[in-house]
C-alpha cells in the first residue's frame, strides 16, 4: 500500500498520522509543492493526504501550482482513490469539486469544540457528538455536491463532511503534536489577532498531552475508515 501527501509548505507535515501509516506498512512518498516537485501518476497511490497551509486556494496568480494541484486532486477522486483533505485541504478538495472557498466571518485558532451532525447512517464516519480539536483556519468552504456535512463548530458550520465512502475533509487539524503545534504558532503567530475563537499563543502551547492524545486518535479512527 502507498501513501502519497502533498505538502504545501516545510512546517505542516504528517504529524502523527506518518507514525499509523508506518505501523500500517504503507510506503510513503511526498510532493513537496512549495519546491515545484512534479506530481506522480495516480495508479500507485492508494491514500491520497492533502495537507494544510497558510495560503488560500484562491490564490493561484502566486501559487500557480495550486491549478494543477486541483486538477491532480480532483483525477484522484473521479478515479475512487481514498482522499483525505486536512484544512487547506479539505478547501482545495471544495474548490477542485467546483464548491467556493472565501472568508470566514471569523478566524478559529486553537482548541475549540466540534459537534458531531446528526446522521445516523452506517455508510458515513461517526465522530464524537462533542469534541475539542486544534483550529488554526481564516476560510472556509461550501458543501461539494453530492457531500455529506459531519461536524460543525459555533464559528464555522461546515467543519467536515464525506462524499461517498472514501473522500473526507477536515477543515481542522487530528494530525497535530506538540512539535507540529510548535511549528505552526512559530511560522504563523501573526495570525493570532484579536477574535472571539482566536486563542492565544500561551493557551495554545499549554496543553496536556491528553489533548494531542485524543485527537491523534480520532484521526486513526478515520484513517483504518478510509483504508477499508
Known amino acids: 500500500m502507498r501513501a502519497h501527501y502533498l ?9 502523527s498520522i506518518e507514525r499509523w501509516l508506518q505501523k500500517a ?26 495537507m494544510g497551509g497558510p495560503m488560500s486556494v484562491n490564490d493561484e496568480p502566486k501559487y500557480p501550482w495550486l ?7 480532483r483525477g484522484a477522486i473521479a478515479a475512487g482513490k481514498a482522499t483525505l483533505g486536512i ?14 472557498v472565501k472568508a470566514n466571518p471569523v478566524k478559529e485558532i486553537g482548541w475549540l469544540p466540534i459537534e458531531a451532525a446528526n446522521i445516523d447512517r452506517p455508510d458515513v464516519f461517526q465522530f464524537p457528538p462533542v469534541v475539542g480539536v486544534f483550529h488554526w483556519h481564516g476560510e472556509t468552504f461550501s458543501l461539494p455536491e453530492g457531500a455529506t456535512l459531519t ?17 473526507i475533509g477536515l477543515q ?9 503545534a510548535q511549528a505552526i504558532v512559530e511560522n504563523c503567530r501573526d ?38
Not at 7 to 15: S, T
Not at 25 to 44: F, Q, R, V, W
Not at 67 to 72: H, N, R, W
Not at 87 to 100: K, M, P, R, V
Open 151 to 167: 461536524a460543525s463548530s459555533q464559528g464555522c458550520v461546515n467543519q467536515a463532511f464525506q462524499i461517498g465512502a472514501n473522500v
Open 191 to 228: 495570525e493570532l489577532v484579536d477574535g472571539p475563537y482566536v486563542q492565544s499563543e500561551e493557551r495554545i502551547l499549554q496543553v496536556p498531552p491528553e489533548r494531542y492524545l485524543a485527537i491523534n486518535s480520532l484521526m486513526a479512527n478515520i484513517l483504518s475508515y478510509l483504508q477499508q
Open 25 to 50: 506498512s504503507y510506503e510513503i512518498t511526498c510532493t513537496k509543492l512549495y519546491d515545484n516537485e512534479a506530481l506522480p501518476p495516480l495508479d500507485g497511490i492508494d491514500l491520497l493526504i492533502v
Open 67 to 73: 491549478v494543477s494541484e486541483k486538477a491532480f486532486v
Open 87 to 100: 484544512c487547506l485541504g479539505a478547501q482545495l478538495i471544495a474548490s477542485a469539486l467546483g464548491s467556493e
Open 172 to 180: 481542522f487539524h487530528l494530525e497535530t503534536t506538540s512539535a507540529t
Open 7 to 15: 505538502q504545501h509548505v516545510p512546517f505542516e507535515g504528517l504529524g
